[in-house]
T-cell receptor, first 111, second 111 residues
Framework: DGGITQSPKYLFRKEGQNVTLSCEQNLNHDAMYWYRQDPGQGLRLIYY???????QKGDIAEGYSVSREKKESFPLTVTSAQKNPTAFYLC??????????FGQGTRLTVV | QKEVEQDPGPLSVPEGAIVSLNCTYS??????FMWYRQYSRKGPELLMY????GNKEDGRFTAQVDKSSKYISLFIRDSQPSDSATYLC???????????FGKGTLLTVNP
């Protein structure tokens, strides 16, 4: 089955801790995206990558970092510099101007 | 002015009603338009994808694009309680493959 897999589904972070969210796709898509979703805010773009070994900041990149060493993988690290990390994180992929497909999300909570 | 405007609702309708969901946009470079449905705590799933002005129909769903007015719509016929979800419009075009989303409209279909 082709698709996007995000893990874990739920993640808890202590203050001052870095955590990494996983996103893997087997759709052979070039482009991958990370979005953050807060109640009433819609989807806000954190980072995106249009090709391996290249990525660009989105609208709310501060406190986050990414890497794109393989076509199928685009992990997101939420660093201690992100002061309000509690949110629902969504990963997506697409090819060119075609439609995007999403994973099922990771819910991150600061404890 | 935001690039994509979408009325957040909430919208509440009786079962069997025709639902109309709308987005307006300001970026003339947008050429590709999508509607997603998102159930609570799940990733968005693609409902409709279109890249031309006019109507596209798929079962009970019709997507309409009017590029001259920069206006897109999603119509749901014979709405069902299972249609209760948040509906997100998304669009892309121009020099990169970035997707821009509306904030989403929360729809409730009452039995």
């Amino acid at each position: 089955d082709g698709g996007i897999t995000q893990s874990p589904k739920y993640l808890f972070r202590k203050e001052g801790q870095n955590v990494t969210l996983s996103c893997e796709q087997n759709l052979n898509h070039d482009a991958m995206y990370w979005y953050r979703q807060d109640p009433g805010q819609g989807l806000r773009l954190i980072y995106y990558s249009q090709i391996v070994n290249d990525f660009q900041k989105g609208d709310i990149a501060e406190g986050y970092s990414v890497s794109r060493e393989k076509k199928e993988s685009f992990p997101l690290t939420v660093t201690s510099a992100q002061k309000n990390p509690t949110a629902f994180y969504l990963c997506a992929s697409k090819q060119g101007f075609t439609e995007a497909f999403f994973g099922q999300g990771t819910r991150l909570t600061v404890v | 002015q935001k690039e994509v405007e979408q009325d957040p609702g909430p919208l509440s309708v009786p079962e069997g009603a025709i639902v109309s969901l709308n987005c307006t946009y300001s970026n003339s470079a947008f050429q590709y338009f999508m509607w997603y449905r998102q159930y609570s705590r799940k990733g968005p799933e693609l409902l409709m994808y279109t890249y031309s002005s006019g109507n596209k129909e798929d079962g009970r769903f019709t997507a309409q694009v009017d590029k001259s007015s920069k206006y897109i719509s999603l119509f749901i016929r014979d709405s069902q309680p299972s249609d209760s979800a948040t509906y997100l419009c998304a669009m892309s075009g121009g020099s990169n493959y970035k997707l821009t989303f509306g904030k989403g409209t929360l729809l409730t279909v009452n039995p």
